[in-house]
């Protein structure tokens, strides 16, 4: 069951993907154990919980991956800070937790923050 939600948050996460830039050139890049950078992922108690649940076994596999996750109380106020940061244009996290009414209201609003990364999932994830 832990291993369906951590799937499950993860699926979310890969949904939607916020840009730091306005024009990402190259929104792709191969990761190897080798690259250094870090993540920055914001999300609500319990999706962020296992989030933070999984960084130890994925740093098995990307040691120099520094994985940042800021927990919101919930979804209303992890929205409120999405919508002045994206408003302000201030600095965004990789990846939000969005929920499904409120994800075609902020990608309309603010499409040249978000990158749709459905033709990145391999062929045999299933979206749920």
Same mark, same amino acid.
């Given at each position: 069951? %832990? ?5 499950? =948050? *993860?699926? $979310?996460? @890969? ?7 306005? #024009? ?6 191969? %990761? ?5 950078? =870090? *993540?920055? $992922?914001? @999300? ?7 989030? #933070? ?76």
């Amino acid at each position: 069951m %832990i291993k369906k939600l951590i799937i499950i =948050t *993860i699926i $979310i996460f @890969a949904i939607i993907s916020c840009s730091k830039k306005k #024009e990402a050139v190259n929104a792709w890049t191969k %990761i190897t154990p080798e690259t250094e950078t =870090t *993540i920055e $992922i914001w @999300a609500w108690n319990i999706g962020a919980n296992h989030l #933070e649940d999984t960084i130890p076994s994925f740093n098995e596999k990307y040691p120099k991956i520094k994985v940042n996750v800021t927990e919101f109380g919930g979804p209303p106020v992890l929205k409120q800070k999405l919508f002045v940061t994206l408003g302000g244009n201030s600095e965004l996290p990789n990846y939000v937790q969005i929920e499904d009414p409120d994800m075609v209201l902020i990608t309309e609003q603010y499409p040249e923050y978000f990158l749709d990364l459905k033709d990145q999932m391999p062929d045999n994830w299933v979206m749920l």
